[in-house]
């Protein structure tokens, strides 16, 4: 059974960092690629960013890029986002997800985590 669990959100001030952390079971992790989304309140689900299975190809959405680096460690089955720079407009639930397809503004992917919450406040 492919599991996906996310960890590391929090509350933190605008300006402030956060790591999220998904830990991955139940299938070849370093054979996938991986990416993490996210779903602000009363809007729709987001690309954030995805990274291939040998972590060299990395991408991100326009509004995250330059704040916020994805990373993988395929000996622990791990993958990471580390997020910088936060604003209010971050704030949302991120998840981690497998095999992830973008076509305009959907976003389909295999499998997906239940998500870790990140918000972003004074």
């Known amino acids: 059974e492919v599991q996906l669990v996310e960890s590391g959100g929090g509350l933190v001030q605008p300006g402030g960092s956060l790591r999220l952390s998904c830990a991955a079971s139940?299938?070849?992790?370093?054979?996938?690629?991986m990416s993490w989304v996210r779903q602000a309140p009363g809007k729709g689900l987001e690309w954030v960013s995805g990274i291939n299975s040998g972590g060299s190809t990395r991408g991100y959405a326009e509004s995250v890029k330059g704040r916020f680096t994805i990373s993988r460690d395929n000996a622990k089955n791990m993958l990471y986002l580390q997020m910088m720079s936060l604003k209010p407009e971050d704030t949302a639930v991120y998840s981690c997800a497998r095999a992830c397809t973008v076509i305009g503004r959907q976003i389909v992917c295999d499998s997906w985590g239940q998500g870790t919450q990140v918000t972003v406040s004074s």
């Open positions: 139940g299938f070849s992790f370093s054979t996938y690629a």
